[in-house]
């Protein structure tokens, strides 16, 4: 890392005290005891941005966001809109560092899974919703809830002959050929994956793995000169239920798969969203994230980006 130095440091600034902890424990392995990142901790519950989503939270623990093609407020349940519903907040909150010993936090968390179905699911057996979930609520600390592990249960169940994973809205949808999986809720699977060490032997974490390994990650099987869709060769933050290379390589990374010759051609993409002085490019957010967790301007330096960037790098390094 040390030719990033001067990049670390970028990150480090004190006015953003979640990038700065999770640099300071992702990127760089201090200690959660270290009097440093104690002292970080503490000021995330208080940070704006954090403030900013806790303020905007129903008293009964969820965020409503009126969708405007139905004209109705939508978040109190399942179904969500825009990226500013409740199962986004709850992402975007364990993205800052927050976790479920916060009292706002465990309220909405809790809720939020008391409405889970019985087998696992939460809405349609959307892979982007439930995978994207199962990551969420890792990283807020719910590992070891039962629900979790029912919802980890199903992605486990979910089997397709690709290796990927699809909604069930559109299994069978074509009469005369098979339906290929979705990119988009492939990538957040392989993203809950990638916060579960204990599947990653798995065989399907395995084939998931292959099936991003067989199309170089980004790229068509068909045609392997054309990305995917226009979502993987971009950088986008925060992580919704779209996709991209940023996520796949984060993910591949920690998966002990950076350093395979199939990911090659998504770490040269990814050098070409650098700047003259080692900082990643934001290329898209979405315009209605904005008020309520603001990452950054399209097109310019963003330390969120970098980060997951670096994170990406360091754990292909490691497994070299």
Not at 23 to 50: C, G, H, W
Not at 159 to 179: I, N, Q, S
Request: glycine content about 4%.
């Amino acid at each position: 890392m040390d030719n990033n130095a001067d990049v670390i440091n970028w990150l480090l600034e004190e006015e953003n005290p979640s990038i700065r902890y999770r640099t300071l424990t992702e990127l760089l392995d201090r200690s959660p005891d270290n009097p440093e990142v104690v002292q970080v901790r503490e000021k995330i519950p208080s940070s704006a941005a954090v403030t900013n989503i806790l303020d905007r939270m129903h008293q009964d623990g969820y965020w409503l966001f009126k969708n405007a093609s139905k004209g109705i407020y939508i978040g109190d349940g399942v179904e969500y809109s825009d990226f500013n519903t409740t199962h986004f907040c709850l992402a975007y909150l364990s993205e800052l560092g927050m976790t479920g010993e916060h009292q706002q936090v465990h309220k909405a968390a809790d809720r939020y899974l008391s409405l889970q179905q019985d087998d696992g699911d939460f809405l349609r057996h959307f892979s982007c919703l439930y995978a994207y979930n199962i990551r969420t609520f890792v990283r807020l600390g719910y590992r070891n809830d039962p629900r979790v592990q029912k919802t980890i249960d199903l992605m486990l169940r979910k089997e397709r002959p690709d290796g990927g994973y699809l909604c069930d809205m559109h299994e069978g949808k074509y009469k005369t050929k098979a339906v290929k999986s979705c990119i988009r809720g492939s990538v957040k699977a392989l993203l809950a994956f990638a916060e579960l060490p204990e599947y990653y032997q798995h065989q399907r974490c395995k084939d998931l793995v292959d099936y991003f390994l067989r199309r170089d990650c980004l790229f068509r099987t068909g045609d392997p000169s054309q990305p995917i869709n226009n979502d993987v060769i971009t950088t986008r933050f925060p992580i919704t239920w779209r996709a991209s290379m940023v996520e796949i390589l984060y993910a591949l990374s920690k998966l002990s798969y950076g350093s395979r010759k199939e990911v090659s051609r998504a770490w040269e993409l990814l050098e070409w969203k650098k700047d003259s002085q080692g900082r990643y490019i934001l290329d898209w957010t979405p315009s209605q994230v904005r008020k309520i967790f603001n990452v950054g301007k399209r097109n310019e330096p963003n330390k969120w980006v970098t980060l997951y960037a670096l994170l990406a790098v360091k754990a292909r390094d490691e497994v070299k």
